[in-house]
């Protein structure tokens, strides 16, 4: 008997993010667990405090993204621009996440009917 793993998905770009997992953990169908966004940035005089102040915004959405994601084995990451290495290589350097398999692609923001859709395809 196989173990069944805990897969889960995420839609990401650098400001918001929809994570999805199974709905009884490790069986079902996926379902949308929660959204995660930036609040909205504070406007800086000086280009290195809004590259910190940026920084800390992304580590607090990869804190909110993960705090959906209890045992993760695999993770399938999609969205625009670069925040889904970012991401990664977060999950990467966190003890608690470090041994999930994470793939990557890319994707513009859908629907969550149709993220749900995308993510069970990705697993089957």
């Known amino acids: 008997m196989s173990k069944n793993k805990k897969q ?3 839609w990401m770009d650098s400001h918001q993010a929809i994570v999805v997992g199974r709905e009884n953990i490790d069986t079902g169908n996926f379902v949308i667990l929660g959204h995660a966004k930036v609040n909205g940035q504070d406007k800086n005089s000086n280009e290195n405090a809004a590259n910190n102040s940026e920084q800390g915004s992304m580590q607090k959405l990869f804190k909110e993204i993960t705090s959906f994601m209890q045992n993760v084995d695999e993770v ?9 290495e970012q ?3 977060f999950m990467s350097e966190t003890p608690q996440f470090k041994n999930a398999v ?3 692609s890319t994707s513009n923001k859908m629907s969550d009917e149709k993220l749900l859709e995308f993510m069970s395809e990705k697993f089957n």
């Open 102 to 104: 994470a793939k990557e």
């Open 87 to 89: 991401f990664i290589r």
């Open 8 to 10: 889960f998905g995420v």
């Open 76 to 84: 399938h990451v999609t969205g625009t621009g670069t925040a889904q």
